[in-house]
């Protein structure tokens, strides 16, 4: 196995392009995010010897803010016959006593894919440095007509009433995407509830399954075992089929064991999504020491396997968010935690600015490579006159791909343009549209970065969704936020009701050359209310 220091000298043997502030490492997925007695764990999908996939560990760091990580010698890794061949994906549970458990797919001598747990070494030891896997396991095989190249990712455990615990396995039969339920007793002795928590046709195979009970409290949470008596619960797979997650809220049929969809949005893959960007195998988990629930997502590179191999590094994860369900009950809401404004320094601030058709107005005062930055439009005195919706436009990214940034609209596009030169010969567009139908507005919310690089031969895909927000109710207003950091940019819109991440490659706009703008393409006139925008410090970071 890889020591720490021979892990951070890949990590620093190739830094170009490398955020500041994310998480990083040479190669990660999102494994078990964990709080324990004071401390975040992150145990991460890790290529010790390569950044690409392949030779697959657990890494293991810790953090007491989810922003400061240090990391700690791999927490598993192949040894035993049931783990021989990878140490997948999985998760970690607090059972009875204060005892972390792991939970986590192995590939067996037999290439079967099984479901292994782990224990800490010393449970007197806070950073919970060494993890045993008892020789019993594996606790959970592919049995009963399972598909055993297609069973993977257990999820958090939960407690019900009736003394057992439950876990979920993610799966297909045919192209039928699944999540198996399991029960237990003493969570050693597993066994098979006879039909899954949820399916769905057509869906392909169904990974990193997360279920969940949700609060309407802003920023709080419900750990995993709360009562489910009139409790809604988000149910969230990742689909393999096209590398996108899709969740739905629901009920929990406790006495059947059936998760069931409000029906508020379709149960497919034209659902709704945690990020409508480059966002994969998230993973929440209960924040005891704040009460909350985290979200968690890996955002993959966009360029090449040979760009990866120049770096020395691929994959990082995005900044973990407070998530919880919006006043409406038909979707959830997202904010970046907290803990990510310490990284807060200079500042400036911009108020009551009008931009007319094609103006732009640059942020100056600040480094913007590395930045957060919030802002608030108002469009109350041109909402009358947005154009017409099409009903046959219901898929936004294609939306977006349509009605470019550079595309003239009445009402948008309007928004920012992060990491640009100075003659925006490069820039990363963030924007909205508004479009009028009926007695209500549609609210579209699109990444461009079709013009992020010059350089040629990068992945710079369109990504888009649509806003559910009544912007006449809120006078017309609607904000936007979003966190720079060198090749990543994540936008919140609404308050968090549309979220977007996009891997960006600058050749010319990076570091102290990176410059930030506010825009309007739109042919009505767009105010800002406020802008704020901040350079961000850069926290330590395993090491480097």
């Not at 791999?74 to 458990?101: E, M, Q, R």
């Not at 691929?314 to 038909?330: C, V």
């Not at 640009?420 to 909205?432: P, Q, W, Y």
């Amino acid at each position: 196995m890889a020591t720490i220091e021979e892990r951070q000298q890949v990590l620093t043997s190739s830094p170009g392009n490398r955020t500041g502030y994310h998480f990083q490492a040479p190669k990660n997925w999102i494994n078990g995010p964990m709080y324990y007695n004071g401390i975040y764990h992150l145990f991460y999908q890790f290529n010790p010897r390569q950044p690409v996939w392949g030779n697959i560990v657990w890494a293991h760091s810790y953090s007491k803010d989810m922003i400061n990580w240090k990391p700690l010698e791999n927490a598993i890794y192949p040894t035993k016959p049931f783990d021989i061949n990878g140490c997948w994906s999985g998760s970690a549970t607090i059972l009875p006593g204060n005892k972390p458990v792991i939970f986590y797919t192995g590939i067996d001598l037999h290439n079967r894919q099984v479901q292994n747990i782990a224990f800490p070494k010393d449970l007197a030891d806070p950073y919970l440095r060494e993890w045993v896997k008892p020789d019993y396991n594996p606790v959970i095989s592919p049995d009963g007509g399972v598909n055993a190249s297609a069973f993977r990712d257990p999820t958090t455990a939960w407690y019900g009433p009736d003394g057992y615990w439950r876990t979920e396995v993610g799966s297909k039969i045919e192209n039928q995407g699944l999540a198996i339920l399991y029960r237990s007793r003493d969570f050693l002795k597993w066994n098979r509830v006879k039909h899954p928590l949820h399916s769905v046709h057509d869906s392909g195979m169904w990974e990193c399954p997360d279920f969940f009970p949700i609060s309407t409290q802003p920023k709080a949470g419900l750990e995993l075992s709360a009562g489910v008596d009139g409790l809604k619960h988000v149910f969230k797979v990742s689909l393999d089929i096209n590398r996108y997650e899709y969740y739905t809220i629901g009920t929990y049929d406790f006495v059947n064991d059936r998760y069931v969809p409000d029906g508020s949005s379709p149960d497919n893959n034209t659902g709704l999504r945690y990020d409508y960007g480059n966002f994969y195998a998230s993973k929440t988990f209960f924040d005891e020491g704040k009460r909350r629930r985290i979200l968690w997502g890996w955002s993959n590179e966009s360029d090449s396997k040979q760009d990866d191999w120049a770096k020395g590094w691929a994959g990082i994860q995005t900044i973990p968010r407070s998530l919880w369900l919006d006043s409406s009950g038909r979707q959830v809401v997202q904010w970046p935690i907290e803990e990510i404004e310490k990284l807060r320094k200079k500042e400036v601030v911009i108020y009551d600015k009008k931009l007319a058709f094609g103006a732009s107005l640059e942020v100056e005062g600040i480094h913007t490579a590395q930045a957060d930055v919030e802002v608030t439009f108002d469009l109350s005195s041109s909402l009358n006159n947005a154009e017409p919706f099409d009903p046959s436009w219901v898929d936004p990214q294609k939306l977006c791909m349509l009605k470019r940034a550079e595309e003239k609209g009445r009402v948008g596009p309007f928004g920012l343009y992060v990491l640009a030169t100075g003659d925006k010969r490069e820039r990363t567009a963030v924007f909205f549209r508004i479009f009028k139908e009926s007695n209500k507005h549609v609210i579209l919310m699109c990444h461009d970065p079709t013009r992020s690089s010059m350089s040629h031969g990068l992945y710079k895909p369109i990504y888009g969704g649509f806003v559910d927000y009544d912007i006449k109710k809120s006078g017309g207003k609607i904000s936007l936020r979003s966190l720079i950091d060198h090749t990543v940019v994540e936008s919140f819109g609404a308050e968090g009701r549309t979220c977007i991440t996009s891997r960006v490659y600058p050749e010319f706009a990076t570091g102290s050359n990176a410059r930030l703008f506010a825009f309007n393409n739109g042919a009505k006139e767009v105010k800002i209310v406020q802008l704020k925008a901040w350079e961000m410090r850069k926290p330590l970071m395993n090491g480097f």
